[in-house]
C-alpha cells in the first residue's frame, strides 16, 4: 500500500507520455466532438435557409397570384397556375433550375419536390386543420416541399469508416404554414 502511495504521489514522468496522451485525447475525442456538433450546426442552418426561402415563396406565389384567384375557396396545387407561379419563384429562391434540379452553391443536393401547396384565403371559415396535422387559424398558404440535403463534413471519412455505400443525401420535407398579411382586428 505504501508502495503504490508513492508512485501515485511521485511527481517525476516524462514529458513525452504526457504529450502523446493530451494528443491522443485532443485528436480522438475533442476534435470528433466538435466536428459533429459543427456538421449539426450546418445542417440546421441549412434547414433554417430552406425554411425562409420557402417563406418567402409562399408570401411571393400568393402575391403573384391574379385577383379573380384569390378566391373564397381553398385553392390547391391541382390549379395549373398556381403550381407554375409557386415553381418559377421555389427556383429563384433557391438557386434552382426551371426543372428544380440544383444550380452551382445550391442548399439543395438533388431535384427539389413540391409535394403540396395549398392557399386559404380570407373568405374562409377558420380555423382549418391543414394536411400535417397543424392548426390555421388565419389566411395562409400551406406548403410540403422535400428538398434532398447532402452532409457537409468529413462524410467520406464517415463512409469509409463504417463501410456505409449511399451517398450522404439525406430528404428533408419543409413543412411551412406561412401566415398572408390580412388586417384583422380579433
Known amino acids: ?60 406565389a400568393y402575391n403573384a397570384m391574379k385577383v379573380s384567384d384569390k378566391s373564397e375557396t381553398k385553392i390547391t396545387a391541382d390549379a395549373e397556375d398556381i403550381k407554375n407561379i409557386y415553381k418559377t419563384l421555389l427556383a429563384l429562391n433557391m438557386n434552382l433550375n426551371n426543372d428544380l434540379t440544383p444550380k452551382e452553391n445550391s442548399i439543395a443536393a438533388g431535384k427539389v419536390e413540391i409535394i403540396n401547396v395549398t392557399v386559404y384565403p380570407k373568405g374562409m371559415s377558420f380555423p382549418v386543420t391543414c394536411p400535417k396535422g397543424g392548426t390555421i387559424s388565419r389566411p395562409s398558404v400551406h406548403s410540403i416541399i422535400k428538398i434532398p440535403i447532402k452532409h457537409t463534413l468529413f462524410w467520406n471519412v464517415y463512409r469509409f469508416f463504417t463501410g456505409t455505400t449511399d451517398d450522404g443525401i439525406k430528404d428533408y420535407e419543409a413543412h411551412i404554414d406561412t401566415e398572408l398579411p390580412y388586417n384583422n382586428p380579433d
Open 1 to 60: 500500500m505504501k508502495n503504490m502511495y508513492k508512485v501515485l504521489k511521485n511527481n517525476k514522468g516524462s514529458v513525452v507520455s504526457d504529450i502523446l496522451f493530451y494528443g491522443f485525447v485532443i485528436v480522438f475525442v475533442v476534435l470528433p466532438v466538435f466536428s459533429v456538433v459543427f456538421e449539426q450546426y450546418i445542417l440546421l442552418l441549412n434547414a433554417q435557409a430552406i425554411k425562409d426561402a420557402v417563406d418567402v415563396t409562399n408570401l411571393a
